[in-house]
């Protein structure tokens, strides 16, 4: 453990910052293995987060052909589409982003940008990756135990998540998928904890709140949220657990199955919901914080200005942080409830767009009269804007009662949520590896490749979701293995469900690209050099690209400044690193 | 989800107390600092380990708390019958608080640098800490032989949920309770393993305060203030 020593009585501090004893690895396997510098658990969580996110795709590949040519792929059938569904959904939001935005960029930023050699608790750390391994290598283990997965969707509602109607209800596939979730809630809690009192106890001198990056602000309120949201998970599962292995009743009623009468009775499937969602709409926010601090500062990187209205972006970060603790029932409107407390979500939901909106203006201004250069971290981050943007504005649709309930069980849901935590943070996490991958690796991704990556993914996601917006108004119902003869469906939506799952297939194909420019430029790429965007913040400023253990040479850098002088007047240069002290030739206007 | 709301708010009201002396209101576009200036060190001059279990009982408190709103919603149906509290209940409670009350005094000695009496409290502390454990699985044992099996009744399921949550806290304390006492023996000076001592005496000084609202709950005594509480709000 890293202590900070805290002797705060020598009333002129040195200028030099006493530095803190590091763990250091010895062989090859603590140095890349177990490693406890938070860059190669960065790392490793990244590559995880991956490799189980291309699981996640090739699964909603599957989902697509179904649902585009039913009845050709035989091999599909509705027991295995309801896994696929599944699967699809509890990869993508826990295990993929989650771990990405966390894991990965929280790991690796963190004591790069506040200034820091390495996280405050690195065994923890590392403890947290090793039970993040062991969580995801239990949920692709239930592809292959009697049964298969779990099929009861991602939000694994009882009593159905239980019974031997649902794949994986009586078999090993919901055991294991709970057991998967309590690994990876006590993992995130360890590396959790390090994210946050690293954020508070670690930044080096200089390095006030107010000067930490958005991408810091937004990882760490994330973070604290995740904290406190995750264990409504956690006891969700383990009740569940004791459910389906002990027989109690927490939330299963009594229910005859098959003909036979269950020992269950009693319980409330409503707890669960409950439970789940007061965990489940804070991981919205736990996903999109920090996608919103990465934008802020690609934005203002990429467009050379600082970023506009920093004070605010900072209080709308939190304030979005606390409301998203009391939207979570909005997601269960169709469960039916008091019509008071239905009243009272709709209106937390509605208010959470008035920060939310903020930040989309304080985006847009920052660009106002900014020299936009069009590189690939900023064509992802402006396609984030526009993404979100359409994703929020259904989600003030989808907020109220009586628009939400008839079309609560449509494909407009499926489109509203995967434009706003789907697509939308996706982006980002494209634009941030683009924009952070020299920093890592000391070269440059291909830009062709990456443009060609952009176009298709982009106009892709668009030619795949706002036609299910359409599809969702005409009614069609998400969840279904196949539609069949009906009424209010007409041919022209089969269609364009086929026409969906071609680009699915196109824009799938192309994520191809991207990993072949992510595994080909760490040699062949072009050499980067330290600071290639001309970036303000300090992990631009290490002595050696990559940073080495430890990331600041000798001296940790002290810090004089915000994170965003881009263009200041007068300045040599069309950027001022964090670190650099007040030169008395530039004269400061107060703006 | 009642309970779970209150202590969010308390919880948020710690963090705006905190975040009003971290000068939100300043404008750091116009603070900058000169070659000369040395700024002061960041962070809070409370050992980092420190804040580092104090955001970890923030996160188990949020655990036990969304364990009593499940208790409190899943009580409101009616087939609800209360488990007998075990008279052996009140002999590990005292357990835990003599264990508690062992290690504030263990960390007043480490203060002084008596590691005879650290190593002695240490001890003690352990020794009742392991008590208490073999107290809850024996109080187990006897619902069991009475009949209160797990999933008989809501109560019962909560009960064992509830204690055995509970019970593996204190047995990853135990873990670091164990380590500590463990470099004691081998002669770490007892003003070196201060904080380790000071710490445990937290977390035990917390989970004593978790098992007497836990203990609250399940023996009913609650309920009556639950009820109150439930009229207010409807």
């Known amino acids: 453990m890293v202590n900070i020593p805290s002797s705060m009585d020598d009333p002129i501090p040195p200028a030099e910052v006493e530095d803190v004893e590091l763990y250091h690895s010895h062989s090859w396997w603590t140095t890349y293995v177990f490693s406890q510098d938070a860059k190669v658990i960065a790392i490793q969580y990244s590559m995880t987060a991956m490799a189980i996110g291309l699981v996640a795709l090739v699964l909603s590949w599957l989902m697509r052909l179904q649902l585009g040519f039913p009845g050709v792929f035989t091999f599909i059938d509705a027991e295995r589409y309801y896994q696929f569904i599944t699967m699809h959904g509890m990869i993508m939001v826990i295990y993929l982003l989650t771990a990405l935005f966390l894991g990965g960029f929280g790991n690796y930023l963190i004591p790069l940008m506040v200034g820091a050699r390495d996280m405050v608790f690195p065994y923890a750390n590392m403890l947290s990756y090793w039970l993040y391994l062991l969580a995801v290598l239990i949920l692709v283990a239930s592809f292959f135990a009697p049964g298969g997965p779990t099929g009861a969707g991602w939000t694994l509602y009882p009593p159905q998540a239980v019974l031997s109607g649902t794949p994986g209800g009586a078999d090993w596939g919901i055991v294991l998928m709970l057991l998967s979730l309590i690994f990876f809630i006590i993992g995130f809690t360890m590396g959790g904890l390090n994210y946050v ?80 969602w007061f965990f ?19 934005i203002s990187t990429h467009a050379r200005k600082n970023i ?71 064509l992802f981050a402006l396609a984030f804007i526009v993404t979100f943007l359409n994703g929020g504005l259904t989600g003030l649709f989808l907020g109220n009662v009586v628009v939400d309930v008839p079309l609560s069980d449509t494909l407009f849901v499926v489109a509203h949520f995967h434009m706003v935590m789907g697509v939308a943070p996706i982006l980002v996490v494209f634009g941030a590896i683009y924009h952070w991958y020299p920093k890592i690796t000391g070269r440059m991704m291909d830009e062709t490749l990456g443009r060609i990556h952009f176009w298709v993914t982009f106009l892709g996601a668009y030619l795949i979701f706002f036609p299910m917006h359409y599809l969702g108004l005409l009614g069609m119902p998400r969840r279904y293995y196949e539609m069949g003869e009906t009424a209010f469906v007409p041919p022209s939506a089969h269609s364009l469900n086929e026409f969906i799952t071609i680009v699915a297939l196109i824009v799938g194909a192309g994520q191809m690209v991207f990993l072949f420019n992510l595994f080909w430029s760490v040699r062949h790429g072009k050499d980067a050099g330290g600071n290639p965007w001309r970036a303000t913040t300090l992990e631009w400023q290490t002595p050696t690209t990559p940073p080495p253990h430890g990331n600041f040479g000798k001296d940790l850098p002290i810090v004089y400044r915000w994170a965003y002088d881009y263009s200041v ?23 | 989800m009642s309970a779970i709301l209150i202590f969010l708010a308390a919880l948020a009201l710690i963090i705006t107390w905190w975040m009003a002396q971290q000068r939100l209101m300043s404008k750091p576009w116009l603070e900058v600092g000169h070659a000369g200036d040395t700024p002061q060190r960041e962070g809070s001059s409370i050992p980092t380990a420190k804040i580092g279990l104090g955001v970890f009982l923030a996160v188990v408190g949020a655990l036990f708390t969304l364990l009593i709103s499940a208790y409190f919603m899943r009580m409101g149906l009616n087939d609800w019958w209360a488990v007998p509290i075990p008279g052996l209940l009140w002999f590990n409670t005292a357990l835990l608080v003599a264990s508690s009350l062992a290690l504030q005094w263990t960390k007043a000695k480490a203060q002084r640098g008596n590691l005879e009496a650290v190593k002695a409290g240490l001890g003690l502390s352990f020794v009742t800490s392991v008590g208490f454990l073999v107290g809850q699985i024996l109080a187990w044992r006897q619902l069991t032989a009475a009949g209160y099996l797990v999933a008989d009744n809501p109560a ?24 500590t006492s463990f470099r004691a023996l081998k002669g770490v000076p007892a003003k070196a393993i201060w904080l380790s001592v000071d710490l445990c005496a937290m977390y035990w000084h917390f989970m004593l305060l978790v098992w007497l609202i836990l203990f609250a709950l399940l023996a009913g005594w609650a309920n009556d203030f639950v009820e109150i509480c439930r009229q207010l709000l409807t």
């Open chain 1, 308 to 378: 506009f209205g920093y004070r605010m972006m900072v209080w709308a970060i939190v304030i979005i942080g606390a409301l998203s603790f009391v939207v979570w029932a909005h997601h269960m409107y169709v469960s039916g409830m008091n019509p008071n407390f239905g009243f009272f979500f709709a209106t937390t939901t509605l208010i959470i767009a008035v920060p939310t909106a903020l930040k989309v203006y304080n985006w847009v201004l920052t660009l106002w009269r900014g020299d936009i250069h069009l590189t690939l971290p900023m």
């Open chain 1, 197 to 276: 009192v690293t954020v508070l106890q670690g930044r080096t001198r200089g390095m006030t709140l107010m000067r930490l990056p958005l991408t810091i602000w937004g990882i760490f309120t994330a973070t604290v949220m995740a904290l406190l949201a995750f264990p409504a998970l956690f006891v969700a599962s383990v009740m569940m657990l004791f459910d389906r292995l002990l027989g109690t009743s927490f939330f299963m009623p009594a229910i005859v199955e098959m003909g036979e009468q269950l020992q269950h009775a009693g319980g409330t499937p409503i707890l669960f919901q409950h439970l789940f």
């Open chain 2, 156 to 179: 019962n399921s909560f009960f064992y949920l509830i204690t055995g949550m509970h019970g593996l806290h204190i047995l990853g304390g135990l873990v670091a309770l164990g380590r």
């Open chain 1, 569 to 591: 007047p007068g300045a040599a240069e069309d950027f001022i690193p964090q670190n650099q002290p007040n030169d008395d030739r530039i004269s400061r206007e107060p703006s």
């Open chain 1, 280 to 298: 489940g709409h804070p991981e919205v926010y736990i996903v999109a914080l920090p996608a919103f601090g990465i934008v802020s500062d690609l």
